[in-house]
């Protein structure tokens, strides 16, 4: 993880064990520092005088990665344009975190309202929620402002009124984690189910 996962036989196998942790169902913890096949912990890197650790046990190179890691569990997202135009949203997401002891808890979330990278990382696109700001004397609005942007999963817009009284939903769920690596770098994996 902290290199960005470069081609080598061993990075595509704990690659592989990330997926595999953070796949349905259960998801696990992405980074289990208190799993790890190579041993060690906080006793064995002193031992070796590899850092100075502080009372979780980390460095705080390694805290960096473990802090750095964003997990979003979308159990269901799904969007439609009404036949009035007005929209129709369900989101149902959670957040994964590492607290600051090293345990990991879920928290409620959203995918809509969520980070930038997480329209990205799932295919979608950020789309700007805009207020209006100045309007004439019979109530239309002259000027719009910026105050907010929305994540957004569909081809057409939010969800799809086809123009013909059908109306195409879109749909997703799945997880998708954000990483930095040594570099600060930022890696994003979706895996939809």
Not at 84 to 107: N, R
Not at 121 to 138: H, N
Not at 169 to 184: E, H, K, N, T
Request: aromatic share 12%; with cysteine.
């Amino acid at each position: 993880m902290a290199g960005g996962f470069p081609a080598s036989a061993e990075c595509s196998a704990a690659k592989v064990e990330m997926i595999r942790r953070i796949t349905p169902f259960p998801i696990e913890p992405p980074l289990q520092l208190w799993n790890c096949p190579m041993g060690g912990g906080a006793g064995g890197a002193a031992v070796a005088g590899l850092a100075s650790f502080v009372p979780d046990g980390l460095t705080p190179e390694v805290r960096q990665y473990r802090d750095g890691i964003e997990l979003y569990h979308i159990r269901h997202y799904s969007s439609r344009r009404n036949q009035d135009g007005s929209y129709s949203v369900q989101d149902i997401t959670e957040a994964g975190t590492y607290d600051a002891g090293g345990d990991f808890h879920w928290s409620p979330a959203s995918f809509e309202h969520g980070p930038a990278w997480l329209s990205g990382a799932v295919g979608g696109r950020r789309e700007p929620v805009e207020q209006c700001v100045s309007t004439s004397s019979d109530g239309t609005c002259r000027r719009y402002e910026t105050i907010g942007y929305t994540n957004v999963y569909g081809s057409e817009g939010i969800g799809g009124f086809t123009g013909t009284g059908s109306f195409t939903p879109s749909r997703l769920r799945g997880v998708a984690i954000r990483y930095l690596d040594y570099q600060g770098n930022e890696h994003a994996e979706f895996v939809s189910y």
